[in-house]
């Protein structure tokens, strides 16, 4: 299919690097793409950055069929665009599409569009420390109809973004809120795609958390409420006992990329990740015995990011003595190193743009 191209008449001021935040400021042009019963996936093109006008009725926004990934661009020293493991996330976003009944696209379609797009934006990717070019590829369901179905009408859209650290802590350790009355995902549920409803149903406790002096909510599996899953913005690691631990896949819990490289990167240095259910209770007993070493979140946003302190119930665990742990930095600095292209990419995970 060829993408056709229709440039922006005056291109935005470029942001002073040092002052950027998560997702707040916007590039000049985006990718959009349409889908419908005759015509398939059809219409790929490159335009301005700008404002979708659809109906009210418009189905995405009554039941919420809409899926969503997350990826980044980096600049490298000799000034490249690089991407890191792109072509996991459009695997994933097809997941997703099959879960959430949205037609499936070609994963090396949408990967060449978001290169032809990226070329178009090259002067939006920042280089200052911590910052890159968050790319977010999303599909919402267009029919106009109040009937629960899935729609028969999509649009396909890729936005970008210049972003600093997610979390305003930096690489700073977070601290978050286990919550036992709310839920975030049940197996057999949707928790383990990337769709917009599950990040609603976060929102509740997230502003508990918020309320209590919390960065994020540590979710616990939804049947028992005992299980350690994810956070949701990103997943989560325990270094107990010199033995490194993430929860393993249990289909209410994102099949995070950054989650996948940890894993990766500790088999190839000699020091595997244990995937396995780890309840709450045993990081208490771990903390109580004076083994749980480090706690730590991964994510296409929020990288790896060190966790300082753990509210459970009427307990405080505080980890590390509000320093980030020497495994964090590991995998932080090995991962930044490929991603920004200041070490040799071994593992194949790097694509140049
Ligand atoms: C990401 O890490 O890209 C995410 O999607 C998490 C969050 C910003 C929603």
């Known amino acids: 299919m060829e993408i056709s191209i229709q440039k922006a008449g005056s291109l935005k001021d470029l942001p002073d690097e040092s002052e950027l935040a998560f997702g707040t400021l916007f590039t000049d042009h985006m990718f959009n793409m349409d889908y419908d019963l005759d015509n398939g996936w059809h219409n790929p093109r490159i335009e301005p950055y700008g404002p979708i006008t659809i109906d009210p009725s418009t189905m995405v926004l009554h039941y919420g069929q809409s899926i969503f990934e997350g990826l980044k661009a980096f600049k490298t020293p000799e000034g490249e665009i690089q991407l890191f493991r792109p072509e996991q996330n459009f695997t994933r976003f097809n997941q997703s599409a099959h879960r959430m009944c949205i037609p499936a696209f070609d994963e090396e379609f949408a990967l060449r ?19 890159s070019l968050y790319i977010r590829p999303t599909i919402i369901a267009m029919d106009p109809f109040l009937g629960v179905r899935a729609s ?7 936005i970008l973004s210049p972003v600093g650290a997610y979390y305003k802590e ?41 309320h209590k002096g919390y960065t994020q909510v540590l979710w616990l599996d ?9 956070v949701g ?7 107990i006992d010199d033995e490194i631990i993430t929860p393993a896949l249990s289909g209410s819990i994102l099949s995070g990329i950054t989650r996948d490289s940890v894993i990766e990167m ?4 000699g020091h595997p990740v244990t995937q396995r259910r780890i309840s709450i209770d ?17 994510g296409t946003a929020a990288v790896i990011s060190p966790v300082g302190q753990i509210k459970y119930k ?26 920004y292209g200041r070490t040799q990419d071994t593992e194949g995970w790097v694509h140049k743009v």
């Open 222 to 230: 939804g049947v028992e409420r005992k299980y350690v899953e994810e």
């Open 314 to 339: 009427d307990k405080t665990l505080a980890i590390g003595d509000g320093k980030v742990g020497s495994w964090a930095r590991k995998f932080f600095d090995a991962i930044t190193d490929i991603q």
């Open 282 to 298: 045993e990081v208490v007993e771990a903390h109580k015995a004076g083994k749980l070493q480090e706690c730590f979140g991964s």
């Open 113 to 131: 569009a978001l290169k032809e797009l990226l070329k178009i934006e090259k002067r939006w990717v920042p280089s200052a420390p911590g910052t």
């Open 266 to 269: 500790a088999e190839k240095w």
């Open 170 to 210: 930096g690489f700073n350790p977070v601290k978050i809120w286990v919550t036992e009355k709310y839920v975030r995902a049940v197996p057999g549920g949707v928790g383990e795609v990337k769709t917009a409803g599950n990040y609603a149903a976060s929102l509740y406790a997230g502003e508990e958390a918020h």
């Open 152 to 158: 028969y009408t999509y649009r396909f859209f890729i």
């Open 233 to 239: 913005s990103m997943n989560i690691f325990f270094v």
